[in-house]
């Protein structure tokens, strides 16, 4: 039996790793801190009385539920959305949790384990934040650039929304819609606004203002692409919200280095970000005076700051000064010893912007100078994407089949190896992998989806239809996964069914001619 199967190769969304560590939260600032408040602090007409740093951004929901947030708008200025759906039970026990137990329920970015759907993460905080009823209105804020006309518009909806996340129903996908530059609808039951910073809207209250560093050195939210330097300093940032008048009486900063999001060299916009929202806009502009000076000039000027340190290091490792660069390098670990992985934060940052040779160098740069450490098996396991994207198959089978020793209950990593396997003939392994995926977490869509393209392919037409049902129960704004089971249910003799899924997947990807063709062979079984 024939049916098309879409998404062969897996398309890098934020993080797709998860785990459940907690760890000690290093100050990246010259001895600042990651999380502090302070008072007094003035964006548009009212005092900002709190501002918040953290080195992961799912750490905002913890601030949130400790100030006693609810029903607010919440203005999340970031490279991502960081809205993706969570179960019920998980929701719930985030709810049973006092705030000082949050942290044991939050992923770490880089573990590989089962626990994807029983925490919070990066990804997804903002989805407990609203049910949880701390935000009302979500208001995304993307890096200039990013919206400049409809079609960009539209692949973010398509790329960031309909074909990423989970739960969004049909109806949502129908609210959708543009308004000059500013894209406006429902998502996940959530009032949603997205726009660039010029297009950001006035409101007449006080709002959570959300900042991830990240947001400073993404292209684009639609490419993901890193820049090495910001586009845009904090203090620039702080006077285009003032112009916006802007009030906020709770600011949440996070770093995002891990990942690859925030280039290690640029975690002084941490402390320059504070400076900037606590009113210090001097301080905050001298320091951005400081970086776009050469390496050695920054630390002469900021001694104590880690990331100028960093930026030395790579200046030296440049110019071939191995010594000078070990000095540096441990220099600025001393001082941040988050940066102890910097090569890891390196190599993801090649990874999302797609240098795939160049991350599988790094990557395994990382490896020989980490060969056990807590991190070691994600960094196997991008080992193995990038191979993936380099069309070397064996090796990447081979690196995962390691990981998925190292990490039997990552469900990624086993959906990953499935669809190598099946791309390399060996369908009955690719439906071993992605069966064992559904078992890890039961609500993961494109697990269903796999598992269902598998058991098409093995004839199993029954065992197929049913795991692709539970791939659009889960994601119904996927249009391939409603492509696949319309074209299953044409071939098992069902065409009024098949009609539906697919005319709703023509909605979802008017352009995909496939689905066209699809729908097609449903008219000609209806003649």
Known sequence: MRVPVYSTRLRLHRLITAGAVVLPLACGTGGRAPERSTAGSKIGIEPLSQVHLYENHSSSLIAWRRAGAQGRIVVHLDGHADLDWLPDATIARIA?????????????????????????????????AARLGVMR???????????PDAGAAEALVQGLVLRKMQKVTLDEAHSLHREGRVIRGTILGVDTTICELADLPVFDEPVLLDVDLDFLTTRSATTQEVTEAPW????????????????????????STFGGFLPPSCRWLGRAMTDALEGDVDAATQRAAVYAREAEARVQALPDDAA???????????????????????????????????????????????????????????????????????GLRREASC??????????????RRV????????????????????????????????????????????????????AREGRVDDALSELADAVRLRPTWAAAQANL?????????????????????FLDPGDPAIRDLRARVKASAR
């Open 232 to 255: 845009i300093d904090p203090a620039s940032l702080v006077a285009r919200l003032r112009a916006k008048r802007l009030r906020a009486d709770l600011a949440t900063v996070s770093y």
């Open 137 to 147: 209105s979500y208001v995304w804020v993307v890096p200039d650039g990013t919206l």
């Open 308 to 378: 100028a340190w960093y930026a030395l290091s790579l200046a030296e490792a440049r110019a071939g000064r191995s010594a000078e660069r070990e000095t540096a390098r441990a220099r600025a670990v001393a001082l941040d010893p988050v940066l102890s992985d910097a090569g890891l934060f390196e190599a993801d940052a090649l990874f999302i912007n797609g240098r795939w040779a160049d991350a599988l160098a790094a990557y395994r740069d990382y490896r020989r100078a980490h060969p056990i450490g807590p991190f070691t098996v994600y």
């Open 486 to 506: 319309g074209g299953l249910l044409i071939e098992a003799g069902r065409p009024a069914e098949a009609a539906v899924h697919l005319d709703a997947a023509a």
């Open 96 to 128: 049973a949790a006092d705030p000082d137990e949050l942290p044991h329920l939050e992923l770490h970015p880089y573990v590989l384990d089962g626990t994807t759907h029983q925490r919070f993460a990066i990804w997804n905080f903002l989805y407990p």
């Open 404 to 455: 998925v020793a190292e990490a039997p209950q990552h469900g990624d990593s086993r959906l990953e190896l499935g669809v190598l396997l099946r791309e390399s003939g060996d369908v009955e392994g690719a439906v071993a992998e992605f069966r064992e995926a559904r078992r890890i977490l039961p609500d993961q869509g494109s697990y269903a989806m796999a598992l269902g393209t598998g058991y």
């Open 387 to 400: 191979l993936a994207r380099l069309r070397r198959d064996d090796e990447a089978i081979a690196t995962l």
